[in-house]
DNA sequence: TAGATTTGACCTGT
DNA sequence: ACAGGTCAAATCTA
């Protein structure tokens, strides 16, 4: 265990090293940078190939000896658990890497919003697939409740099968400023759905790219808070993003490094809404946005990424092995579990 | 007013 | 039949 910790050690050190040299990469020459990245990566695959040679011990070792299997079943979580880690890092890095990139092919320097394009319309009750149901709406203006026949012609059905890409990450929440906030990544997301899912703890976010109207882009993703730590983020990506195609498009690339400028967007949860202890669930719609007053002020500042996993792992190697201390600064108080719905 | 979220109902795959 | 994914009206906020 020693030896894959002083190995991850290693890495995350160049992974900082890296961090620091970024902000004066666009000065130098690009295979000095190809060196750096290599470096980096060599060194997490080497600990990341420590770390599958101990999982494949502890396994022999449960074949044999069953008097370990309360110990090493402690173990294996939190062993999985770094594996998702690693996995993570190799993402941002990933992320980060296509970001310099970025740098240099379209000599964009960081603090660029990605640009939120707008399209009108909105969707009225038959436009888009009409539902054999009796439809029953509150007026905006009236107040009251008003019933609407609606046709007999089904939603129009489409197959679901979706054979895209599936890629799931594990995201550490920030730790402070706006808890709330689902993970950034750099692109724009709108919520379009939320259910509580069976076994789960806390509800799934369905989010689609807020550019699928526009440039059909079929990026959608969905968030889940992990149920023995909900300092974890579960994040699901599928589809890919074909927004940044077209030659309109608002962004070529997701800018991480100064993505606290871009979030202005945070979640309003229902038990905070005031709408809704004022108006039955039946009619309730919801929603609404509010803006952080100081968007400054998120976990998202700067690089936290590899400096807050690498302190995490620094950590977790201290420690006695248990998984809670990866986030030891984490404020517990401010999470809150969403209500689970009657239906 | 536009664009966001909320949330119950509907749709679809297993 | 059930669980999970999606739809869309209502509502909120800048």
Redesign the pocket.
């Known amino acids: 265990m020693e030896e894959f910790i002083n190995s991850i050690k290693h890495a995350f050190g160049l992974a900082r090293n890296l961090e620091l040299e970024l902000p004066n990469m666009s000065n130098q020459p690009l295979h000095i940078l190809c060196l750096s990245i290599d470096d980096v990566m060599k060194a997490f695959n080497g600990a990341k190939e420590r770390l599958l040679l101990m999982m494949m011990s502890q396994q022999d070792r449960t074949k044999t000896a069953s008097s370990f299997v309360p110990m090493l079943s402690t173990h294996d979580a939190t062993t999985s658990m770094l594996t998702s880690y690693m996995d993570h890092m190799f993402q941002m890095q990933q992320l980060s890497f296509d970001h310099v990139r970025a740098l240099h092919e379209n000599k964009i320097i960081g603090g660029v919003d990605i640009q ?14 009409e ?3 009796e ?6 203006s009236e107040g009251n409740v ?1 019933r609407i026949e609606a046709s007999s012609t ?9 054979d895209s890409v599936k890629k799931t990450i594990m995201v550490p929440a920030p730790q402070v400023g706006n808890t709330e906030l689902p993970p950034e990544d750099g692109f ?13 703890m806390y509800p ?5 790219c ?1 550019h699928h109207k526009l440039y059909d882009c079929k990026a ?1 993703k ?1 968030i889940q808070r992990v149920d023995h730590n909900p300092n974890i983020f579960e994040v699901t990506y ?1 589809g890919e993003h074909t927004c940044h195609m077209s030659s309109t498009a608002p962004s070529s690339y997701p800018l991480l490094v100064n993505i606290s400028k871009d979030m202005t ?1 945070s ?4 038990h905070l ?4 202890t ?2 039955p ?11 952080n007053s100081d968007p400054f002020a998120s976990k998202y500042d700067g690089d936290y990424l590899v400096a807050d996993l690498a302190d995490a792992m620094f950590n977790w190697g201290s420690s006695n092995n248990s998984i809670e201390p990866l986030f030891p600064n984490s404020n517990e108080g401010k999470w809150e579990q ?1 209500e689970k ?1 009657n ?1």
């Open positions: 939120k394009l707008s399209y009108k319309g909105t969707l009225k009750i038959g436009e888009k697939g539902r054999d149901v439809c029953y709406v509150r007026s905006k008003q089904p939603r129009p059905r489409k197959s679901r099968k979706n724009t997301w709108r919520k379009y759905g939320q259910k509580e899912i069976l076994g789960s799934r976010g369905y989010y689609r807020t959608k969905l599928r967007q979640t309003m949860s229902p809404s005031p709408s809704s004022s108006i669930s039946t009619l309730r719609g919801g929603g609404g946005v509010t803006t969403t719905k239906s």
